[in-house]
């Protein structure tokens, strides 16, 4: 089931197509755009050779690249198909980073055939939120690297990937407590014995009696069993042969695999906490391990979050909104050789929150296509019309992220994965956000209540000489606009007006005046338009994240680059006049 632009069965052919349409948005390479048969085209040349496509340019400048448009001159003058290898080669970069970044793509698209051999097509409308998670296997829309997995074999991928949603078992690990760090929202036997269930609480307890190990020298931590296979033999064996760490094995609820391949659901419990493990693998732009610090920061940052949410009407009245708690985390090793590799945050479960009547979707299902070649909200929008379906899609998906930000002064990192709809029968009624603990971002002095902010020194000890942009704070209001606009615009929204011009010929343009028209109207009814000033929302150009420029040069965190702004005040002030 593909994205728009998606040929079946031809991943080689998308990841390509991705590759170098993230290329030219970011101005890694430079190419002179012309009209060929009154079709756009970009040309640039490469490694002494010439390269063409064709492609449009959509909102903040996205490329979108012509289905199997993309050539190269051969010898002879003629045009024909591009190798992989011969063009990530004679990209700019250092050969170790080309080379990874060739390998994660070859990666990608075996897996992704792999999925086409083995997975059949599935009725995706009418599956519940944690079969959806693995069924939904495009992958990010963006960059080509969407199913790299590095590390997994065809096995693992099987066994512990999304789409075929197969369970297994935790294992489960006692680690001396000088090794550990924890945030646990009530007594710890309590905890275990919730979270666990009591078979499975009395079971692990009878193991560590069996073993001789006193609850004061030892914890409890589970670890993905790929993870541990990962690690048995390497940095964890250490701690095993001095007696610091004993593995228990697998035991307990059996959980599948979400989207991100480390957050995962508990299909024995349906309602039980999801659970977001680390593993040692690369998936497009990151290694998939916890962020050491923000483990045990996670349940102070949601819990304010979640604090903030529910003290403000207008998030139940006018912008529903729903966060996820993060509210119990454990890490090992925080500071030493398995730093971000053994360890567990727990989040609120979705359905849990539901209502009667409602159901829940992956907000990123909209961006996608169905077997039958239509998206997968065709229905909903044959039930409601075009513009009232998109009109409140757009109210509810936008107003309380950008409320969270305008009003509040916290910026989230909104993107399709994050955000889940809440919806009663296709009709949009509140957003569920979630992870928290590694994508948020503040302004001291713009926040609506700085004394609620979590002590993040009494949080962490590594705060205390933390500089702005390091970890959750910043002095600069450009970053949290970029945050939200990166994710929730940039490289969200963009995907579903792109799906609605291609399947209802609805003008991209038509859907952002109308994110414009609510983001006005937000500022007209609260008075906000000096705090939207601020935050430069409106800039004729803005800056966003440069993902494989990054994957390429990978000198710095973050890299950015300029694109025009689809909500630039130049352009909505001629769109007022009468």
Same mark, same amino acid.
């Given at each position: ?335 030493? =050789?398995? #730093? ?5 945050? $727990?989040? %609120? /479960?979705? @359905? !849990? ?110 705060? =205390?000489? #933390? ?5 959750? $704070?910043? %002095? /600069?209001? @450009? !970053? ?99």
């Amino acid at each position: 089931m593909p994205l728009p632009l998606d040929r079946k069965g031809q991943p080689g052919e998308r990841v390509l197509r991705q590759l170098v349409a993230a290329l030219l948005y970011e101005g890694v390479i430079d190419a002179r755009q012309g009209v060929r048969d009154g079709v756009s085209e970009f040309q640039w040349s490469l490694g002494r050779r010439a390269y063409r496509c064709t492609g449009s340019i959509g909102p903040f400048g996205r490329i979108r690249v012509g289905t199997g448009s993309v050539e190269v001159e051969n010898d002879d003058a003629t045009w024909g198909e591009v190798s992989i290898a011969q063009f990530v080669s004679a990209l700019p970069g250092t050969g170790i980073a080309r080379g990874k970044l060739l390998g994660e793509m070859k990666q990608t698209i075996a897996f992704s055939e792999w999925n086409d051999r083995h997975i059949a097509p599935r009725d995706r409308r009418s599956l519940s939120l944690a079969a959806l998670e693995g069924a939904l296997d495009e992958g990010h829309p963006y960059h080509p690297c969407y199913k790299a997995r590095t590390g997994f074999s065809d096995a693992d991928h099987a066994a512990y990937g999304p789409e075929t949603g197969k369970p297994f078992q935790l294992i489960w690990l006692l680690v001396e407590r000088k090794h550990l760090r924890g945030v646990l929202p009530n007594d710890e036997v309590a905890f275990w014995s919730a979270e666990l269930g009591g078979d499975t609480w009395a079971h692990l307890e009878a193991m560590r009696a069996q073993l001789d190990l006193s609850w004061d020298t030892f914890g409890l931590v589970p670890l993905h069993p790929w993870q541990w296979r990962n690690l048995a033999d390497t940095l964890f064996a250490g701690w095993i042969a001095a007696g610091e760490a004993h593995c228990l094995g697998p035991a307990g609820d059996r959980y599948t695999a979400t989207q991100s391949v480390r957050s995962l659901m508990n299909i024995d419990r349906p309602l039980a906490a999801s659970i977001k493990l680390p593993l040692n693998m690369v998936n497009t732009s990151s290694l998939r391990n916890l962020e050491p610090h923000s483990v045990c920061s996670a349940p102070a940052i949601s819990r304010w979050i979640g604090d903030i949410v529910a003290g403000d009407v207008l998030f139940s009245e006018r912008y529903p909104l729903t966060i996820l708690q993060e509210y119990a985390g454990i890490i090992a090793d925080a500071d030493g =050789a398995l #730093a971000g590799q053994i360890g567990a945050i $727990w989040r %609120d /479960n979705a @359905d !849990a929150t539901l209502l009667p009547g409602e159901a829940v979707i992956p907000f990123n299902a909209l961006m996608m296509m169905e077997a039958d070649g239509k998206p997968f909200a065709n229905g909903w929008i044959a039930r409601f019309g075009l513009m009232p379906w998109i009109n409140r899609l757009i109210e509810i998906s936008v107003l309380p992220v950008w409320h969270l930000l305008v009003h509040h002064g916290i910026a989230v990192e909104a993107h399709g994965q994050n955000m889940l709809l809440v919806h009663r029968d296709g009709w949009p009624v509140r957003l569920i956000l979630r992870d928290f603990h590694d994508s948020m971002e503040f302004c001291p002095v713009f926040l609506r209540e700085p004394e609620k902010a979590p002590d993040f020194l009494a949080l962490h000890p590594i705060y =205390a000489e #933390a500089k702005p942009d390091q970890y959750y $704070w910043t %002095d /600069n209001l @450009d !970053a949290l606009r970029e945050l939200v606009m990166d994710t929730l615009f940039v490289y969200n929204l963009t995907e579903i007006s792109h799906l609605l011009d291609h399947c209802y010929d609805l003008p991209e343009t038509l859907f952002w005046q109308r994110v414009e028209s609510v983001l006005t109207g937000y500022a007209q009814e609260h008075d906000a338009f000096e705090r939207q000033a601020l935050l430069g929302h409106d800039q004729p150009q803005i800056l966003t994240e440069s993902l494989m420029t990054r994957k390429l040069f990978a000198q710095k965190p973050e890299y950015h680059h300029t694109v025009p702004n689809a909500l630039a005040a130049n352009q909505l002030q001629r769109r007022r006049k009468p």
